[in-house]
Protein backbone atom coordinates (compact mmCIF):
# COMPACT_ATOMS: atom_id res chain seq x y z
CA UNK A 1 0.00 0.00 0.00
CA UNK A 2 1.41 3.54 -1.04
CA UNK A 3 0.79 6.29 1.20
CA UNK A 4 1.11 10.17 1.08
CA UNK A 5 2.89 12.50 3.52
CA UNK A 6 3.35 15.86 4.55
CA UNK A 7 6.23 16.38 1.91
CA UNK A 8 6.14 14.76 -1.59
CA UNK A 9 7.46 11.49 -0.86
CA UNK A 10 5.39 8.40 -0.79
CA UNK A 11 5.66 5.63 1.77
CA UNK A 12 4.71 1.56 1.86
CA UNK A 13 4.68 -0.63 4.80
CA UNK A 14 7.39 -3.00 5.31
CA UNK A 15 6.90 -6.05 7.85
CA UNK A 16 8.83 -8.57 9.44
CA UNK A 17 8.92 -10.33 12.94
CA UNK A 18 6.41 -8.91 13.96
CA UNK A 19 6.67 -5.42 13.70
CA UNK A 20 6.37 -2.81 10.78
CA UNK A 21 6.95 0.28 9.57
CA UNK A 22 6.31 2.97 6.52
CA UNK A 23 9.31 4.19 4.49
CA UNK A 24 9.92 6.12 1.03
CA UNK A 25 8.79 3.64 -1.38
CA UNK A 26 11.81 4.06 -3.89
CA UNK A 27 14.26 3.25 -1.10
CA UNK A 28 16.20 -0.23 -1.40
CA UNK A 29 15.61 -2.42 1.87
CA UNK A 30 18.90 -4.23 3.19
CA UNK A 31 18.12 -7.09 5.57
CA UNK A 32 21.16 -8.06 7.67
CA UNK A 33 20.89 -11.73 6.07
CA UNK A 34 22.06 -13.26 10.22
CA UNK A 35 19.02 -11.29 11.63
CA UNK A 36 16.56 -13.09 13.52
CA UNK A 37 12.83 -12.95 15.31
CA UNK A 38 14.72 -12.02 18.20
CA UNK A 39 17.70 -9.69 17.22
CA UNK A 40 18.93 -8.22 13.56
CA UNK A 41 18.92 -5.17 11.67
CA UNK A 42 17.81 -3.29 8.63
CA UNK A 43 19.18 -0.52 6.89
CA UNK A 44 16.92 1.38 4.38
CA UNK A 45 18.77 4.14 1.62
CA UNK A 46 17.49 6.27 -0.70
CA UNK A 47 19.40 6.75 -4.09
CA UNK A 48 20.54 10.39 -2.51
CA UNK A 49 22.43 8.55 0.30
CA UNK A 50 19.94 8.86 3.40
CA UNK A 51 20.29 5.57 5.33
CA UNK A 52 17.96 4.93 8.28
CA UNK A 53 18.52 2.12 10.77
CA UNK A 54 16.34 -0.51 12.66
CA UNK A 55 18.04 -2.45 14.93
CA UNK A 56 16.75 -4.97 17.51
CA UNK A 57 17.41 -7.75 20.20
CA UNK A 58 16.50 -9.17 22.95
CA UNK A 59 14.95 -7.16 26.10
CA UNK A 60 16.90 -8.86 28.73
CA UNK A 61 19.79 -7.55 27.45
CA UNK A 62 19.31 -4.04 27.85
CA UNK A 63 17.51 -3.87 31.13
CA UNK A 64 20.47 -2.76 33.02
CA UNK A 65 20.36 0.64 31.26
CA UNK A 66 17.16 1.29 33.06
CA UNK A 67 14.45 2.11 30.53
CA UNK A 68 13.97 3.79 27.10
CA UNK A 69 15.87 7.19 28.14
CA UNK A 70 18.72 5.31 29.69
CA UNK A 71 18.91 2.95 26.71
CA UNK A 72 19.35 6.16 24.47
CA UNK A 73 21.93 7.86 27.04
CA UNK A 74 23.79 4.87 26.21
CA UNK A 75 23.80 5.17 22.89
CA UNK A 76 25.11 8.89 22.95
CA UNK A 77 27.67 8.27 25.20
CA UNK A 78 28.83 5.99 22.30
CA UNK A 79 28.82 8.06 20.04
CA UNK A 80 31.02 10.92 21.88
CA UNK A 81 33.36 8.33 22.69
CA UNK A 82 34.37 8.47 19.16
CA UNK A 83 37.30 10.41 18.43
CA UNK A 84 35.36 12.05 15.32
CA UNK A 85 32.35 13.05 16.77
CA UNK A 86 31.44 15.46 19.56
CA UNK A 87 28.11 15.79 20.93
CA UNK A 88 26.69 19.34 20.30
CA UNK A 89 23.22 19.14 21.59
CA UNK A 90 20.59 16.53 22.54
CA UNK A 91 16.85 17.29 22.23
CA UNK A 92 14.60 14.43 23.93
CA UNK A 93 10.94 14.08 23.44
CA UNK A 94 8.89 11.33 25.08
CA UNK A 95 6.81 9.05 22.87
CA UNK A 96 4.55 6.00 22.98
CA UNK A 97 4.82 3.21 20.21
CA UNK A 98 2.15 0.89 20.87
CA UNK A 99 1.71 1.50 24.51
CA UNK A 100 4.95 1.56 25.06
CA UNK A 101 7.21 4.61 26.37
CA UNK A 102 9.83 5.11 23.91
CA UNK A 103 12.64 7.92 23.89
CA UNK A 104 12.80 9.83 20.60
CA UNK A 105 16.03 11.95 20.28
CA UNK A 106 17.98 14.36 17.80
CA UNK A 107 21.28 14.90 18.55
CA UNK A 108 23.67 17.30 16.84
CA UNK A 109 26.67 16.15 15.87
CA UNK A 110 30.00 17.94 14.64
CA UNK A 111 32.20 15.50 12.64
CA UNK A 112 35.95 15.04 11.96
CA UNK A 113 37.48 13.47 9.33
CA UNK A 114 40.98 13.98 7.46
CA UNK A 115 41.40 15.59 3.69
CA UNK A 116 43.72 15.92 1.27
CA UNK A 117 47.39 17.26 2.87
CA UNK A 118 46.73 16.69 6.79
CA UNK A 119 43.95 19.64 6.77
CA UNK A 120 40.65 18.06 8.78
CA UNK A 121 37.01 18.71 7.26
CA UNK A 122 34.15 19.00 9.88
CA UNK A 123 30.80 18.23 9.13
CA UNK A 124 27.47 18.84 11.19
CA UNK A 125 25.06 16.07 10.99
CA UNK A 126 22.20 15.34 13.08
CA UNK A 127 20.73 11.93 14.57
CA UNK A 128 17.30 11.04 15.25
CA UNK A 129 16.42 8.32 16.82
CA UNK A 130 13.82 6.33 18.63
CA UNK A 131 14.39 3.74 21.73
CA UNK A 132 11.76 1.11 22.37
CA UNK A 133 11.16 -1.52 24.97
CA UNK A 134 8.66 -4.03 23.76
CA UNK A 135 7.51 -6.58 26.81
CA UNK A 136 5.36 -7.86 24.86
CA UNK A 137 7.47 -9.42 22.14
CA UNK A 138 10.57 -9.34 25.17
CA UNK A 139 12.91 -6.86 22.20
CA UNK A 140 13.88 -3.45 22.23
CA UNK A 141 14.43 -1.81 18.62
CA UNK A 142 16.06 1.27 17.90
CA UNK A 143 15.70 3.20 14.70
CA UNK A 144 18.16 5.61 13.76
CA UNK A 145 19.45 7.85 10.97
CA UNK A 146 22.66 10.39 10.09
CA UNK A 147 21.79 13.75 8.27
CA UNK A 148 23.60 15.94 6.83
CA UNK A 149 22.83 19.50 8.47
CA UNK A 150 21.89 21.22 5.00
CA UNK A 151 19.88 18.30 4.60
CA UNK A 152 18.15 18.02 8.15
CA UNK A 153 14.28 18.93 7.36
CA UNK A 154 14.41 16.41 4.33
CA UNK A 155 16.06 13.46 6.78
CA UNK A 156 14.09 14.78 9.69
CA UNK A 157 10.69 14.15 7.74
CA UNK A 158 11.82 10.75 7.10
CA UNK A 159 12.77 9.79 9.99
CA UNK A 160 9.72 11.69 11.69
CA UNK A 161 7.48 9.32 9.30
CA UNK A 162 8.94 6.21 10.27
CA UNK A 163 9.12 6.74 13.96
CA UNK A 164 5.45 7.46 14.00
CA UNK A 165 4.05 4.77 11.72
CA UNK A 166 6.54 1.88 13.76
CA UNK A 167 4.69 -0.27 15.22
CA UNK A 168 6.73 -2.93 17.66
CA UNK A 169 4.01 -5.95 17.81
CA UNK A 170 0.85 -6.10 16.15
Not at 72 to 79: M, T, V
Amino acid sequence: MILSSESSLRYERFEAYGFGVDYPYDWTIELNPKSTRSQGDIAFKSSSGHKIFLSWGELRKVENLHGVDGHADFSIQKISRSSQATVRGVKRESANVNGHPASSNKVELELTTKGSFFNRVVTLQEVHSLHVHCDISSRYFVMYGFTPREKSQEGGEVVAKMTRTFLCHR
